[in-house]
C-alpha cells in the first residue's frame, strides 16, 4: 500500500492502477471500522469525545486520502489510471453515502447530545452540524423513503462522475473573433490558442471550465 499524504497533505501522481483501487479499499475499510466502532458505544457512555471526536478525525483524514484516489481523473496522462480514478470515486462516494444514512451512527449522535454537554462554541457547531446533516440525509424519514433516498444519491453520484468524466474526454470547440466574444476581460485572451479561419484570427473556446 503506497504510503499516505496526511502530514503534508500533497497529493501523489505517480500511481498504478492496481495502486488506486487498492487504496481506496484501504481507506473504506479503516473508515468504516471506526463507524462501526463509534456506533457500537452504548448510549450511556456516549459523549462529544467519544462520538464526534473520532468521527470528525476520520473524516479529516479520509478526505485527504481519498483525494489521492480521485483527483488523477481529472489530471492523470494514461487513460487506465483515469479510469481506476473513476471507479475509485464511485466507490467512494457510495461508501459516503452509506455512511451518511447509518441509522447505528446517527443514534450514537443523537444519545451523545442528548447528554447537554457544556460544549465550547466551535464543538457545540460540529455536533449541531452533524445532527442537521444526519437529517438532511433521510434519518427521520420512515425506513422505505430511507432506502428510496440513499438508491437516489447513489444513482445522482454515479451520474455526476460519468458527467465530469465525459466533460474531461470531450475536445470540441469553437472559434470566435475577438469581437464576437466583446466583453470579456482581457486574461480571457492571455496565453489562450488562436486559429485562423476564412482569413481571420479566432480565438479557441472549449467546453471545460472555465470556458
Known amino acids: 500500500m503506497p504510503p499516505t499524504t496526511l502530514s503534508h497533505n500533497n497529493l501523489r501522481f505517480a500511481w498504478k492502477p492496481e495502486e488506486i483501487a487498492q487504496h481506496s479499499t484501504d481507506i473504506i475499510q479503516k473508515a468504516r471500522k471506526i463507524y462501526d466502532e463509534v456506533a457500537a458505544i452504548p448510549a450511556e457512555k456516549a459523549t462529544f469525545q467519544s462520538v464526534l471526536v473520532p468521527i470528525a478525525k476520520m473524516e479529516g483524514w479520509f478526505t485527504t486520502e481519498a483525494s489521492n484516489c480521485t483527483f488523477l481523473q481529472y489530471v492523470g496522462t494514461d487513460k487506465a489510471v ?88 470531450d475536445v470540441s470547440e469553437c472559434l470566435f473573433t475577438r469581437e464576437e466574444l466583446d466583453g470579456l476581460p482581457d486574461d480571457f485572451f492571455e496565453g489562450r490558442t488562436t486559429k485562423t479561419e476564412d482569413g481571420k484570427e479566432k480565438y479557441v473556446v472549449t467546453m471545460k471550465y472555465p470556458d
Not at 461508501?95 to 447509518?102: A, L, T
Not at 432506502?147 to 445522482?156: G, I, R, T
Open 82 to 169: 483515469r479510469d481506476a480514478s473513476m471507479a475509485a470515486t464511485k466507490e467512494l462516494d457510495e461508501f459516503e453515502i452509506e455512511s451518511s444514512m447509518r441509522e447505528d451512527l446517527y443514534k450514537a449522535v443523537r444519545a451523545a447530545a442528548d447528554k447537554k454537554e457544556d460544549l465550547d462554541t466551535e464543538d457545540a457547531r460540529l455536533l449541531k452540524f452533524a445532527l442537521r446533516d444526519f437529517k438532511r440525509n433521510g434519518l427521520a424519514l420512515p425506513a422505505e423513503q430511507r432506502e428510496k433516498l440513499a438508491a437516489l444519491k447513489k444513482k445522482l453520484a454515479e451520474i455526476s462522475v460519468d458527467f465530469s468524466n465525459n466533460l474531461n474526454s
